[in-house]
């Protein structure tokens, strides 16, 4: 275990650094952050004396290990803009995030597992076909087009929930159903694939064979088991949460780290923009890691391979 | 998905004008939308139209312009004398305070200015401030502005430099930037409660003496960043006002009789030159013609009608300029006549200088100018002009720009609040880098005028800076760019207001019941 531990944080490590590297190379790539914090109408001088101030006239390689050994120090720099500290910023916008993303997982995963158990239970008949449906519904349809929608109905029509802000509980309701329908899908689909492999597997047929009744056929023999990817999923799909949330946020104007992240590429805001990816392909990477980690624990079969 | 939210939203204005209402101003509070989040009420450290507007409600700069009588009044400035080509002596009003109780003076003048001159004080746009060599108080009512050799435009630019308490604000040392979320200023307006996230609440001051009791007793400004939230928001009557972006949202949010759509004339206009120097390796623009036919080929009045907001119907205020800069400006000279619209004549002009089959050319743009050259461009391509759209970001823009690539540019010019026809002047002709022109008498009348005091004849000089670029069909003003306030029916704004608009913006709000003051902080 431990060994396939440490092959997987090697693995994780690197990955992080490949995206800083790249992050920070593509970000220096898109155009001059001298003149970009100086401003269209600065002159040549100008610009240099900003270049100067800020240390962008250093090599690159040079510009980059500064930043990676005070990343590593919990230093991300500051803010071009506010001047601000670049953690304090995050720290204070990923809280809403977070908060958003958790609450749309166990919303998708509320609705997506039991709809994944029926739609295997009753596979083929018209609940398999509903749950079928939605899940289609959920991956084609535009998250903005359908937070838009739910802002007219319940917002401006009938006026049942707040359409901005981060004030209460209710301020949460719309976003959560806009973002969880980004992830209920694959969750559905997975439990259901999971379930009718285990429901056709020969320890499920001697639970029958045993008088065991539906309910705990399903829920003590056949579900455990079909849910084992579906962690590996939501683990991933957390991450994916914490990231993809930039347009829900904006909507919905709930100033989390996705609109932290629009408004400093907007700003050309470039150590705001450089550290979010840093500490959101951190973040993806952790959780990728524990749900290995899960995975290798419950299953040995993974981690002798 | 805007077209689509639009008809969307103009249906449900429609359905909603017959509900009672639900808008109005509660309690004296008056709820803005911000389009982003404000992380300073702090104008040095985050320059852009939200801030502006929440820093000029807490404080006050020395001058402010009277655009009906084209001239500087004071604000916290009493009066003021020109000492020496490079010294500006300003007597400060006697008896005024900060909102802590401290008294404002002269030290506190010049503490800012050094502050934002200081060449380690990090913050962006800094270069605006380049022009400053220091300041130092002479007394508690005297204060002396030094520039680096004499700077004409020095009244126009202390418009944009708010006071600071220096003992508060130098106490914060190095963490300076923290100043914006806890400020103390002299403005009609005290920030009560800062939350980056959530937005700003402010309280009226009632110490507050250079103008007339702010009409409204709160204001709260609230960050909605996307444009269609806040149109829902405004029809469920949750914010006061609102900028529009576009004329579809004017339409659609004008249906509804509770709600109003007020333009204001700004100083920001679309503009679109050429290569006439040939260093993007296009050499067609080096023959005058060439660029004349572009610019007839450009239906000027149908891009500002169907484009801009502001641009047509009721709320119509958007013009197609006569010059790069507007009349109520210092020294912008009156006349100009830039090319009109007239295909067939810019068919003839190509067919004239041999290009009668038409040419290759990428239009570049950036940020809101994209519409605009989108637009030119078809009108380009209905000449035979084989136009395209080459989008890019400011910084890329710049690149493109300082090593020759452009071929054509559509972009804005954002005057930032400076009613001085010199900022547009120094802006194209001062910097080599922008030099896509080739005329060398363009860059002498430019420095020329950049140092030279006597206003009659920096007036003359623009006048035949101005003229060249017509003549020569260097650069042509597409249309003016005006900011329309969409506001509650009972919120009165002062449709005359104008010109520094990110200090006027605030000074509409003002007008609630009251005569408002013209521009700024004017008293």
């Not at chain 1, 401003?39 to 980059?64: C, F, H, K, N, S």
């Not at chain 1, 899908?185 to 029958?208: C, H, K, N």
Request: hydrophobic share 50%; aromatic share 10%.
């Amino acid at each position: 275990m431990w060994r396939y531990f440490a092959k997987r944080l090697g693995i994780a490590l690197l990955v992080v650094i490949t995206v800083s590297v790249i992050s920070f190379g593509l970000l220096r790539l898109s155009g001059d952050m001298a003149q970009s914090l100086a401003g269209e109408g600065a002159t040549a001088e100008q610009v240099t004396a900003i270049r100067q101030l800020y240390g962008l006239d250093r090599p690159l390689v040079v510009q980059y290990f500064d930043w990676a050994f005070d990343a590593v120090r919990g230093d991300l720099g500051q803010s071009l803009v506010s001047n601000q500290p670049v953690f304090e910023l995050i720290v204070s916008r990923m809280q809403v995030t977070i908060v958003l993303a958790v609450l749309s997982l166990a919303a998708a995963i509320a609705v997506a597992v039991p709809l994944g158990v029926f739609a295997a239970v009753y596979r083929n008949s018209w609940i398999d076909r509903a749950s079928l449906g939605m899940a289609v519904f959920g991956s084609a349809v535009p998250n903005f087009w359908f937070a838009l929608v739910l802002i007219y109905v319940f917002g401006v029509q009938l006026r049942w929930l707040p359409i901005s802000g981060s004030q209460s509980w209710e301020n949460f309701v719309l976003p959560t159903i806009t973002l969880s329908t980004m992830v209920m899908p694959q969750i559905m689909r997975l439990t259901r694939g999971g379930m009718i492999e285990a429901l056709d597997a020969e320890y499920v047929r001697m639970a029958w064979a045993k008088g065991l009744s539906p309910t705990v056929v399903f829920f003590k023999h056949a579900l455990p088991n079909a849910i084992l990817p579906v962690v590996t999923l939501s683990a991933v799909s957390l991450g994916f949460l914490l990231g993809g949330s930039v347009i829900v946020e904006s909507v919905f104007s709930l100033n989390g780290i996705g609109s932290l992240a629009y408004e400093s590429i907007r700003r050309a805001d470039f150590p705001v923009v450089q550290s979010i990816l840093f500490v959101l392909s951190f973040v993806y990477v952790l959780l990728t890691l524990v749900s290995d980690l899960i995975n290798a624990r419950i299953d040995p079969r993974i981690r002798l391979n | 998905m805007n077209v689509w939210f639009t008809r969307l939203v103009a249906a449900g204005a429609v359905v909603l004008a017959s509900w009672p209402a639900v808008a109005g101003i509660k309690d004296g509070t008056l709820t803005v939308a911000l389009d982003s989040p404000v992380e300073a009420v702090d104008i040095y450290m985050g320059p852009g139209a939200e801030t502006a507007m929440t820093t000029s409600a807490v404080f006050n700069p020395l001058v402010a312009y009277d655009a009906k009588a084209k001239t500087y009044v004071g604000v916290i400035a009493k009066s003021w004398s020109q000492i020496d080509p490079e010294t500006m002596e300003f007597k400060l009003e006697p008896g005024l305070t900060f909102q802590d109780g401290s008294v404002l003076d002269a030290e506190d003048v010049a503490y800012t200015i050094n502050f934002i001159s200081n060449p380690e004080t990090k913050f962006r746009l800094k270069s605006r401030f380049a022009f400053f060599a220091g300041a130092e108080k002479v007394d508690d009512l005297t204060v002396r502005v030094k520039t680096r050799g004499p700077y004409p435009m020095l009244m126009a630019r202390m418009i944009g430099v708010p006071v600071y308490p220096s003992d508060k604000h130098s106490a914060l040392g190095a963490d300076y930037a923290s100043w914006g979320r806890a400020p103390i200023g002299s403005g009609p307006y005290k920030v009560v409660k800062f939350n980056e996230s959530t937005g700003i609440e402010m309280e009226r001051w009632d110490g507050y003496k250079l103008g007339p009791a702010p009409a409204f007793k709160r204001i709260v400004f609230k960050p909605l960043p996307d444009a269609q939230t806040q149109i829902a928001e405004m029809m469920i009557g949750n914010i006061d006002v609102m900028m529009a972006k576009s004329p579809d949202q004017v339409a659609a949010l004008t249906a509804n009789p509770r709600i109003v759509a007020t333009p204001i004339s700004d100083m920001n206009f679309q503009y679109m030159y050429l290569d006439a120097v040939g260093h993007s390796g296009l050499s067609v623009f080096k023959d005058e013609r060439v660029r004349a036919a572009v610019f007839h080929a450009v239906d000027r009045d149908a891009i500002r009608k169907s484009i801009v907001a502001g641009g047509a119907g009721k709320t119509g205020v958007a013009h197609a300029m006569a010059r790069l800069c507007f009349p109520f400006q210092v020294g912008c000279p009156d006349g100009g006549t830039p090319q009109a619209y007239d295909p067939a004549k810019a068919r003839a002009l190509l067919k004239e200088a041999g290009l009668a089959d038409g040419f290759d050319l990428k239009v570049s743009t950036w940020g809101s100018s994209r519409p605009i050259a989108e637009a030119v461009v078809g009108y380009l391509r209905a000449v035979g002009i084989r136009a395209s759209v080459d989008v890019l970001t400011l910084g890329a823009y710049r690149k493109k720009q300082v090593e020759g690539g452009l071929q054509a540019l559509v972009s804005n010019y954002v005057y930032g609040g400076l009613p001085d026809t010199g900022a547009v002047v120094d802006f194209f002709f001062s910097s080599s880098d922008r030099d896509y022109f080739g005329d060398k008498r363009l860059f002498d009348l430019t420095k020329e005028a950049n140092t030279t005091l006597d206003e009659k004849k920096r007036g003359d000089l623009f006048r035949e800076t101005l003229d060249i670029v017509e003549k020569q069909a260097f650069i042509l003003p597409i249309t003016t760019d005006p900011v329309v306030v969409i506001h509650s029916a009972d919120v009165k704004v002062d449709a005359a207001t104008r010109g520094n608009i990110l200090f006027a913006r605030f000074s509409f709000f003002e007008s609630y019941g009251k005569t408002p003051p013209m521009l700024g902080w004017a008293k």
